[in-house]
């Protein structure tokens, strides 16, 4: 669709600048103040220029709770990112009761408060009063997330794979479903394979919808807190300490205001990178009729 | 049956008839595969769930003493003390009261945003929707600080209106793309029609432009609410008394008094009713939804 080139459209757009960029723009500048402050109280504060960001950079806890998380995301998005499409090429294709009924179960756990996940999880996998837990260690495999890194991080992707993996299915699905039929009638007719029709028509149709949901599965996960904040509370050890726990640890456990700014800063600027880039690829392939 | 498909003939016209016929049964026995898998899948799915159900009918004293499947003596009795304690039930309303507000909010400002993305080019029409997406990508944790201070400096904590507001960060975004995809899909010629007959522009946009993406209003609204239900470090931040969120009165019974299993999983049962009938009421619209979406 040709659009008119028109600059009084940004009258529209003002309400959506005014009420983001009130709050988002000063609670931006305050922080970026405290990363180059040193602040011993108020009207007791001194600047230090870069300091804060040397020293988070040398911070060598800081470079593990960075590698954990670049592992756990890129874990989350090889499990879900499959797992999803899977599930949405399984979902009913026609409309009626069994798509509306499993589209609810879908959402369901899209829907729980984060820390509650957190607390449905810690239920689910307790060994004394945890389906999960009692199951496996009936079967005789000791298995107990409070003790054991692995099963730490073993109880920890199961938790985000089961409450994520529906939003990469519901987006995969609502590509499938923007297909043409008439795109499976020519497939038929030339007697394509199941997997020339999901190589060839289904995946280079949900390219847009799939780079949304890497871009969101990215973020979210990049910046993942409370569910396992609750279920481990970043242990045992430092196992699950992932990066937003590690910082609330300076932040809130330490009260290092400065560099805990400094390294919010540097941490926000590493998940724009990466989304940007994200976002470019996907302006880039997205189909040449759109802008 | 892939060599089956591949080895129906498909050139000649006669042909046709059975290359059309046989796919077609081997795609219902594809389909009766993959159902199997759902099936698998949506129990795999409900299983933590059910087991919160289970446990929310039993009391605490039954939970910690043995291990089974199903609540063979079960109780209401969480439940009952989640609706008659203020400290449990106003939970759930002050986290409805604020996430309807943030809907109303998110839905009201994006709507002429996502008009004017769907229908202009404009100056730095692409690196403002970019900038709105930044807004999801801060780690909480610092920001919270600045966050209480502006909001207090307004006189605005422990407001739901402060909930509302902040939470528009991540919702706003969200909206404006899920909306715009809608809006986009109406064809141009129904505005100029509308302009020429004399129509202005706010009356065009009630009477005639809302109605016809009503659906993507309907699905906007669904997951405003989704991600202000389920947020919980800003609401937490924001609020002390008078505004405190569900999600919020969880925690503080956590770390406050021993763990009370059944109550705990009765709350986090609760806490799931709400969304559900908002997505049973767009359940139609929702794939529809993202497929129109920006890109």
Known sequence: ????????????????????????????????????QDIFGPGERYFVGLEWFREVLRDTRLHEALWRQ?????????????????????????????????????????LIPWNVIGTIWIIFTRPDIGLLGYAINTAGIPFDHTAAPLDAWITVMLMEVWHWTPLVALLAYAGLRAIPEAYYQAARIDGASDWAVFRYIQLPKMRGVLTIAVLLRFMDSFLIYAEPFVLTGGG???????????????AVGQFDLGPAAAFSIIYFLIVLLFSWVFYQVLQRVGTGDRR | MKLERSAAP??????????????????????RKGTVGLIVYFVLLLLPI???????????????????LYPTDPTLANYARIFSDPAWYSGYINSFIYVSLNTVISL????????????????????????????RMAPPAVFLLPFFQLYSTFGLIDTHIAVALAHTLFNVPLAVWILEGFMSAVPREIDETAYIDGYSFPRFF?????????????VTAFFCFMFSWVELLLARTLTTTEAKPIA???????????????????????TIVPGALVIYFVRNYMAKGFALGRV
């Not at chain 1, 669709?1 to 459209?9: F, L």
């Not at chain 2, 100056?123 to 900038?131: A, I, R, S, T, V």
């Open chain 2, 248 to 270: 919020a009165v969880m925690t503080r019974t956590v770390s406050a008094s021993g763990l009370d299993w059944g109550l705990l999983a009765a709350a986090g049962i609760l």
């Open chain 2, 108 to 135: 009201l400002v994006a709507l002429p945003a996502a008009y004017a993305f769907s229908r202009y080019r404009f100056l730095g029409d692409k690196h403002m929707f970019f900038w709105l997406l930044t807004n």
């Open chain 1, 1 to 36: 669709m040709n659009k008119t080139y028109d600059n009084r459209a940004w009258f529209l757009v003002l309400p959506v600048f005014l009420v983001v960029a009130f709050s988002a723009i000063i609670p931006l500048i305050t922080v970026v103040n405290y990363s180059v």
């Open chain 2, 50 to 68: 059910y087991w919160m159900l289970n446990m929310s009918l039993r009391t605490n004293a039954d939970i910690l003493a043995r291990f089974t």
């Open chain 1, 70 to 110: 670049f592992l756990f995301s890129g874990l989350v998005l090889l499990i879900e990112i499959p797992l999803g499409v899977a599930i949405a090429l399984m979902m009913p294709r026609k409309s009626g009761w069994a798509a509306s009924l499993a589209l609810v179960l879908l959402a369901l756990p899209l």
């Open chain 1, 236 to 250: 045992p050890g430092n196992s699950t300490t992932f990066l937003s726990i590690h910082l609330v640890k300076i």
């Open chain 2, 10 to 31: 498909a050139g000649t016209v006669p042909a046709e008839a059975p290359a059309r016929t046989q796919p077609r049964r081997a795609r219902r026995f594809a389909l």
């Open chain 2, 206 to 218: 009630v009477t005639i432009f809302l109605p016809l993406i009503r659906a993507g209003v309907g």
